[in-house]
Each structure stands twice: as C-alpha cells, then as structure tokens.
C-alpha cells in the first residue's frame, strides 16, 4: 500500500484489474475476470487483499503465498510444499496462452489432474478421458469412431449419422471426461457425467458445450447426463459467494477451490515431468512487483 502511495505522489496509478494480479507478481498470473471498481486506487487495493485473505483462509496450507500483518503486501512462501506448487500450476492453467510452447502441455496435464479430481468425487463410477484424438485419452481414431466407442460404454444408441463427420476430424465436440456407472449387465439407463475443462476466459460459454442440449444430438440419451465445468480459476467473490453466479447455468462447477479440495482427499497428485519443470522453471523467474 506505501509503494501505491509513493507511485501516485509521482503520478503514476496502477493498472485495475483482478486479486490475481496480486498473486501475478509473485508467481500467479491474471485471472480471466477483471474486477473494475468505482473507487479509488487505495479502497481497490484495500478490496484485493481482503480477497487475498478470503484465499488464504479458504486454501490453507495449499496456499503458496503470505500476507504480512498489515495486509498490504503479498509474498511467496520459502518453502513449497507438493500442494503450494499444485497450486502455482493452476495459476499456470489459467494463463496458458501467455505460456507460449508451455501452453499445450499444461492444459493437457490439467485435463489429467481434473480426471483425478471426478475419481475421487465419484469414487464408483468409471472416469474416462474423452478428449481429442491428437491428446492421449481413453478413446481413439477419429471422432466418429471415438463416439461410437463412448455410445458403447453408456449402452445408448447414436443419434448422428457417420456422414455429418469429416473421417480427418480428431475433435472432441467440447467434451473432455466422462464418467458413468458400469453395472456390467449391458443394460441402459445409466448414471452417466460429462465434463468440459475450460482454461480460458469463455468459461461462461464452456460450460454447454458438454451438457446434455449439445450433446443429445449426438447421443440418444435415456437419461440426461449431469454436466460438469472444471476451470483453473478462483471464481469467487471475498464473501465466498460464486463471480457472477447469474452466468452459471445447470452445470456443477469445480473451479481452484474445489480441485484443491478434492485432490486433498486424494493424496499427493503427481504432474507430469514436463509440468514439474514448467512450475520449477516458473517459480525460479522474479520480476519486481513495481
């Protein structure tokens, strides 16, 4: 808070945008919503680090960072635990396109983690990684062959037909995990999940792209799957409440706080070595915060 008084008694402001940004100068990077307040730049930063605390307080010991006493300024913790540095990769997840060559392989690794995550939620069910046919996941061949393969696990017929897909589409028509109740009698009528993992700003969007409008045309469902987002971000306000709550449609949202959760019930979640090194590499760059 002094250095912001010190930068305006010169006549610079700083840039408004997300509690993220705090946490940027120390490892994590701008959160895909901007927060624009109407007041001035001290009851902004005063609002940023009372979410920082809400943070703090909600992730714990996963948390990476500390607040001094006074609230006003924001630090790395010495040492990082497994959790403090899974932590840092969903900072990373939410800024992979600032990642350059190490976008593509963090949002691969953070498809695994969030299989992880539903293992442990539904702990009976069988969880698949739909994907695309260029990422390693539970299906292969091309599309069409990937949704026949699913329709044969969820014992439902498909309602497309193979000409309405290009035999060189390797997409995944926004659906990322799966997840259903193999009773192992071949018979319908399942419970049966889908999930999007969304590391970009459009969550809002994201979040019909596995749900059961889009994906009952494809499918001939007996019962509606249950739709689920995964995102890297922190979408939540200080009182704990969702961001823009208005936005969510019936889709179960699993955003940072939740993963954590989850995976701490899990255990200690392994990242892929080219994950780990991205993190390491990452946390060894320091940039002054002004």
């Known amino acids: 808070m002094s250095r912001l008084k010190a930068r305006r008694d010169l006549g610079e402001t700083p840039q408004r945008d997300s509690a993220d940004d705090d946490e940027a100068s120390n490892g994590e990077q701008r959160q895909a919503e901007s927060f624009v307040p109407d007041q001035g730049d001290e009851s902004f930063v005063r609002g940023l680090f009372e979410h920082l605390q809400y943070r703090a307080a909600s992730f714990q ?46 949002l691969r690794q953070f498809e695994q983690v969030s299989r992880e995550a539903l293992r442990w939620m539904l702990p009976g069910l069988e969880v698949r990684l739909f994907g695309s046919g260029t990422t390693k996941c539970d299906y292969s061949g091309n599309k069409w062959k990937r949704i026949r393969a699913l329709a044969a696990d969820l014992c439902v017929e498909v309602k497309a037909k193979e000409h309405e897909f290009s035999k060189h589409d390797v997409g995944d028509s926004g659906l990322d995990l799966v997840a259903y109740t193999n009773f192992g009698d071949g018979a319908s009528h399942l419970l049966v999940v889908f999930g999007q993992c969304a590391c970009t700003p459009a969550w809002k969007t994201k979040q019909y792209s596995s749900g059961p409008a889009r994906w009952g045309n494809i499918l001939d469902f007996n019962v509606p799957p249950q739709n689920m987002l995964f995102v890297p971000y922190c979408l939540r306000e200080s009182s704990g409440r969702w961001y823009q709550q ?28 080219e994950s780990s090194k991205i993190v390491e590499v990452t946390l060894s760059n320091h940039e002054p915060v002004f």
């Not at 913790?77 to 392989?105: D, M, V, W």
């Not at 701490?264 to 892929?272: D, H, P």
């Open 61 to 106: 010991s996963a948390y990476p960072f500390e607040i001094n006493s006074r609230c006003d300024a924001l630090g790395l913790r010495s040492n990082l635990t497994q959790k403090h540095k899974l932590y840092i990769f969903f900072l990373l997840s939410a800024c992979h396109e600032r990642l350059g060559t190490n976008g593509p392989p963090i």
């Open 246 to 273: 208005h936005e969510i449609s019936q889709t179960v949202m699993i955003d940072r706080i939740r993963l954590v959760k989850l995976l701490e019930k899990g255990g200690a979640v392994r990242l892929s070595k």
